[in-house]
């Protein structure tokens, strides 16, 4: 099992980089065998799961390439890899040594799926699609601090849809790095939903939320996507999957990615 080599580069992270990763997992769906074989028992028993084919292919596919992408950053096998889960369910590396200090979190939407790799730091993600729906307001007094709720009333009825969308995902990656899911109240944090993503305040303290960074992803018009690190000053770096392909046996895996320009810096690939 191999990344492949020629992006080896990609698979240098400096403890003061993000690397993020987006992958539409139609381009790894032929592979779902062999993807498959790389999960261990309690992955598989949760693909077996599924009863819709199509989610099942989903699971298998974001587990098979997370572990794909974790072995090119520890030089391990796919398969070796274990995972432990927090109180809430939030996956982390285990094992091997030496896996430690790598810090991840993925979030799926459909076909698309992100990731998100650090060190040493809690890091969470999410993507959606953008999509306007009925209730959204109701959605949104039920999910969103009252300043949250007021600023999002105060955009035009045009931009409200995409509005909703930062400020979801901008909150559910960080309720993601903190690891604790549903269970942490989300009136007890602001977000921004302008254009400039940033943690505002956190259980009514700014120095506490100025020890976060919030990160928008540079994703396709309709998706929205927010990376959340416990840490300031980090440089998020992305990565678009290209191809993944094998010759036959589970070992031949081949995955290349490409460097995308950096949100917000009009920084192009290099
Ligand atoms: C799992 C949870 C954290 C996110 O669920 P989701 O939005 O349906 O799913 P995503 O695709 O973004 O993320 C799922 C992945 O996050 C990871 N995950 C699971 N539990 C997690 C947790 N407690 N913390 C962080 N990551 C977690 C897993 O890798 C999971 O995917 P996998 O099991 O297929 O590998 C969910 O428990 C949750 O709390 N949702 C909150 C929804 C909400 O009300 N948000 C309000 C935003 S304003």
């Known amino acids: 099992m191999q990344a492949d080599l020629a992006n080896a580069r ?6 003061d980089e993000i690397h993020v990763y987006q992958a539409d997992l139609r381009v790894i769906e032929s592979l779902e065998k062999a993807l498959y074989e790389l999960l261990s028992g309690d992955e598989r028993d949760r693909a077996s799961e599924f009863v819709d ?11 098979g390439l997370l572990r794909m992408l974790l072995s090119a950053y520890t030089g391990q096998r796919p398969g070796d890899l274990q995972f432990r889960y927090g109180a809430q369910g939030k996956p982390q590396l285990c094992a091997p040594a030496g896996a430690g200090s790598l810090e991840f979190n993925l979030s799926h939407s459909d076909d698309v799926v992100v ?3 650090t ?8 993507v959606e699609h953008v999509k306007d729906f009925s209730g959204m307001e109701d959605v949104a007094e039920m999910s969103f601090s009252p300043q949250e709720v007021r600023a999002w009333r105060s955009f035009p009825a045009g931009e409200r849809t995409k509005a909703f969308y930062r400020c ?3 909150k559910e990656a960080f ?6 899911g549903v269970s942490y109240p989300l009136d007890r944090f602001d977000v921004t939903l302008g254009d400039q ?15 976060w960074t919030l990160y928008d992803c540079d994703l396709s018009a309709d ?12 440089k998020l770096l992305q990565f678009a999957l290209d191809a993944a392909t094998h010759s036959g046996s589970p070992d031949e895996i081949q995955i290349t990615a490409s460097r995308l320009g950096l949100p917000g810096t009009g920084i192009a690939e290099d």
């Open 119 to 126: 060190r040493n730091r809690a890091v969470g993600g999410d």
């Open 10 to 15: 990609l698979y240098a992270l400096s403890p």
């Open 175 to 180: 309720i993601k790095a903190v690891g604790s």
């Open 223 to 234: 998706l929205a996507g927010a990376v959340a690190v416990h840490s300031r000053g980090l």
């Open 115 to 117: 990731y998100a790799i």
């Open 168 to 170: 979801w995902t901008r």
């Open 197 to 211: 993503a940033e943690l505002l305040s956190l259980e009514d303290d700014r120095t506490k939320a100025a020890e």
């Open 53 to 63: 084919a199509l989610h099942r292919l989903r699971f298998v596919a974001a587990r």
